[in-house]
């Protein structure tokens, strides 16, 4: 079969290899329809990411047709379409128990870091039966979106976050995982939200998504601190949600915060970042972090049902599998693109 794969530092290419077979009699071999790439694949390519290896197949997110199951999945059976969690959770160890999928002590984020990914034309899913989710009815491939961001801004972000009726919420970056945020936090009818943002094309689609305000950060952190603090009375947010991952968007999130807020963290950190613990021990503020549990996404595949949640607006370029590493250039250099999301199909 044809897989993309994470060969050294730097690089990525679509390789030739052997069809997965099942491990355990609680996998699943899944045949992927769609696919596509996360910034966290980007991650990994750069040599972020130490607990994946060269050699490994990438991807951690897929829409497919069930191919073969294991003696033990109850769930699911041959020809199924399905959407592929990039959590995989064995529902019985003491995190799954708590809710903490991502730290199932056998699953977890394995798929295309641990353990070959959904980059391919086929791959392996443990814990089938509480990884994998049926796909809706007339929903199309454009549900991978679900597979991680849908999730990652809603519970990383918007639930960690405390989103709630009448809140004054800022988010920090416009990508797809912050856009993502901006959609559900609306889930919960806060009474502004403010995107921050470099790029002048992503804070107009924020704004097209249901943004109330958007602030340009490319003049620094005081310039967009200034901005909000005018357009919150002074205040700042009662819920700030970085998601980007870096130092400065950090310790710009921290300065956005009202007296009793929450600033919940999103995005991938790769170094240390200023906590100004001066300026906010006496605040009554919350620090939150998370790595996305996916335990909301059968809520969010009902909305995608009530066509009250519409996974493909994330989406602006479709590729075809062949074409993946030009995919990968397309969303790496999203600025210059207008990238989003890419959809690849096979």
């Known amino acids: 079969m044809k897989a993309l794969v994470y060969t050294q530092t730097g690089q990525v290419s679509l390789q030739e290899k052997p069809m997965p077979k099942l491990v355990s009699p609680t996998d699943a071999i899944i045949r992927l329809t769609q696919t596509t790439i996360c910034g966290t694949d980007l991650h990994i390519r750069k040599g972020d990411v130490a607990t994946c290896t060269p050699g490994r197949i990438l991807g951690h997110e897929g829409v497919g047709i069930v191919h073969e199951v294991g003696s033990s999945v109850t769930q699911f059976e041959k020809g199924g379409k399905v959407l592929i969690s990039c959590i995989s959770s064995c529902a019985k160890c003491e995190y799954c128990r708590r809710g903490m999928y991502s730290h199932c002590t056998t699953g977890g984020w394995a798929l295309g870091n641990t353990i070959d990914g959904t980059q391919a034309e086929y791959a392996r899913i443990p814990h089938a039966d509480c990884s994998l989710y049926p796909v809706p009815e007339g929903a199309g491939g454009e549900v991978v979106t679900l597979s991680d961001i849908f999730p990652t801004g809603l519970e ?172 990968y250039g397309t969303f790496s250099a999203a600025q210059e693109h207008g990238t989003l999301k890419v959809l690849i199909e096979m």
């Open 156 to 327: 990383c972000g918007v639930i960690n976050g405390k989103v709630s009726p009448g809140s004054t919420v800022a988010i920090v970056g416009t990508g797809p995982v912050g856009l993502a945020a901006l959609i559900t936090a609306q889930f919960y009818s806060p009474a502004q939200v403010i995107m921050l943002d470099m790029d002048p094309k992503r804070l107009a689609v924020a704004r097209e998504f249901g943004a109330h305000n958007t602030v340009d950060n490319s003049k620094g952190v005081e310039d967009a601190v200034k901005q909000v603090m005018d357009l919150t009375g002074g205040k700042g947010c009662d819920t700030v949600i970085e998601a980007v991952g870096i130092p400065v968007t950090f310790e710009l999130s921290q300065k956005l915060l009202a007296v009793g807020g929450t600033l919940a963290n999103v995005g991938v950190h790769g170094g240390k970042a200023d906590l100004f613990l001066d300026e906010l021990w006496a605040k009554n503020v919350s620090i939150t972090t998370r790595l996305v549990d996916t335990v909301t996404t059968p809520m969010l595949l009902k909305m995608v049902e009530a066509k009250k949640l519409l996974p493909g607006k994330l989406i602006t370029h479709k590729f075809k599998f062949h074409e993946i590493e030009k995919a």
